[in-house]
């Protein structure tokens, strides 16, 4: 790796870790051992196996370095139909109490932002942290580290249905720059949350944003995340152990993003827990979409699945990388994985790894990839109806797609993110083909 | 257009049609005229062209036409894309009908009457007024209502996806409907159930064209004209009682017929 593309990167972090020195020890330490690391390995280039398919040439440069700054203002969106009468705003990466509403939080759940949380009790923060993220050299997690400032910590204990509204918006309309969120979830006691996950911004900016969770015994965690247009690079990882008879849900949907690195790694820890992992993303131009999976089946009786669907047109790329790693005391998993992207242009391109490593003998575990243009069948079909050859191509956009938000319940909401992938599908005369 | 004129005017006029699949001629000079309430019925043995046939007229485009014209309500229909033949009245009852995971029956339906509509600069139908008509023509066809809110023929059975073909003439309106094959898959009460959906939509100026390898169907849908479609060409036409005949000797006349010319051609 080049050191010079890492100049402007290096210069900030050595700067952040002697600002921050003496807060506390083992997050010093923490801080400390991130940016050796980082200055070891910087950025991966694309001879990196796990980056392989997102090019990170334009974030090594210089423009994404600096931090975002503490003050910004909400990019304007149209608001999405959430049901979650709570809302938590964070902009550059700081959670923002005057602009977040939490009034109607239940008794067992609590909401605090982790810069406030670290300054009263950082102790029991950093392990929780050291426990639900542990160190690791990953260009984003290093810099997380590094940069740890805020971000949120929801716990929730004993039975509680609540629906939660997160919106992390990036205004990067002064100065480009970067912010750095690390969140933390902890459910217990048959605890129930639903989170939709918002993501804008304005002007050039990277958000960086990570969690940590622990689903306990016969919890319940759904989360719906929804990439705006508009945003440009994101890297957002999840780290989530699930606990016997408990669900892990998630749904990512979006379009218009420079570049979206996705990552999950969920591990099944307790039997009978389940993983559900679904993505639909419309892509366009030079965007990049990367979804980067792994499912640990670590006990016995778990299921897992997952459904990841892209339109691709422009010269965009999409990546998918799924491991489902089953242990050897993992028996009776049951484990579906599917990746299907369509192509509507002849220099989109789509690149599909499906990964298994099976060690327990009774297993079932499925996986399938399909990458292909529009069905020629089904065009004629609607045609054949009457309807016009461009509206036919967004029926069948809009049909491939849907699969992925069928279990939505929120009706108003799944039209919502259908509606926001269908209007980013270029028409056939621009796709590029 | 008074019933005078009907007899005078034909909806569609095929004239030495040539088309081709991957560089293979299938069909070889095709004649056919077809008067407004006509029911024509075309047999023939497997390969002969049949459903080639009937997908140039849907426009499909797999078929290269060679050669010829098709004259349709006296437009060029050779010359329209499949939803401008759609719009313009011609309907084609697919063979296989193609499945559509993700979109609804409903919802597929009220967009193709719209786009139907708005062709003909008719204002589009909402929501409610839609289902009224549906519903109506649902029970025309026998079908269950669950089925609108399925997705197109995804699990349908057999039956189910013919009826469903039928439901949506009836809800397009066409002018010319074209039946590919329609009893193909069918057992005898699917068969007859579909043949009373054609039949309740028989009458006035509404022309049929039924493709068939069987007699069968045509006991139930009952043809003004029969035509045998011989490696490309009508090579006989006759009424109804042709049918019958047809399914007495089958088509083995045919093949020898062809075997004899290229004797000849041979020696």
Known sequence: MSTETVDP????????????????????????????????????T?????????????????????????????PGDDELATTSDIRIVLINGRFRDDLSDLTALPDEVSIRGLAGMLAENPDSVIESIDRLIPSEDHPFQNLADV?????????????????????????????????????????????????????????????????GMEIGSGCEFSRQRVVRPGCDVLYHGTRVQVEGKAIFRDLIAGSGARLVRNEIHAILAGPEGHVDLLGGYVSNGDEIVDHHTVIEHAVEDCTSREIYRGVLGGGSRGAFTGMIHVHQDAQRTDAEQSNDAILLSRSAEMNTRPRLEIYADDVKCTHGATVGELDDE???????????????????????????????????LKEQFIEQLQEAMPAAGESGS | MSAHENEEKMILDVNNLHASVEGSPILKGLNLSVKPGEVHAIMGPNGSGKSTFANVLAGREDYTVDSGSVSYSGLDLLDLDPEERACEGIFLAFQYPVSIPGISNAYFLRSALNAVRRYREESEVDAVDFLQLVREKMKLVGMDEKLLQRSVNDGFSGGEKKRNEILQMAVLDPKLAILDETDSGLDIDALRIVAEGVNALRGGDRAFIVVTHYQRLLDYIVPDHVHVLSEGQIVRSGDKTLAHELEREGYSWLESGHAREKTQEAS
């Not at chain 1, 700067?15 to 051992?33: I, K, P």
């Not at chain 1, 090594?60 to 909400?74: F, K, V």
């Open chain 1, 9 to 44: 990167w290096h210069a900030m972090l050595s700067q952040q870790v002697a600002d921050s020195a003496g807060a506390h020890s083992s997050l010093d330490q923490r801080r400390q051992s991130a940016s050796e690391l980082f200055q070891q390995s910087g950025f991966p």
């Open chain 1, 46 to 74: 694309r001879k990196h196996e796990e980056w392989r398919y997102t090019p990170l040439k334009s974030v090594a440069q210089g423009e994404y370095s600096a931090l975002l700054p503490a003050d910004g203002a909400l």
């Open chain 1, 147 to 211: 940069f740890l400032c805020d971000g949120l910590v929801i716990d929730a204990q004993g039975e509680t249905d609540a629906r939660i509204h997160i919106v992390h918006a990036q205004d990067g309309s002064a100065v480009s720059g970067s912010s750095h969120v690390s969140g933390l979830v902890r459910l217990s006691g048959g605890a129930k949350i639903e989170i939709l996950e918002e993501f804008r911004s304005r002007g050039t900016t990277l958000a960086n944003i990570r969690w």
């Open chain 1, 378 to 412: 089904s065009l004629f079909y609607l045609r054949s109806r009457g309807v016009g050859l461009e509206e036919a191509r967004r029926m069948l956009v809009r049909a491939f797609t849907a699969e992925v938000f069928k279990d939505l319940e929120n009706e108003a």
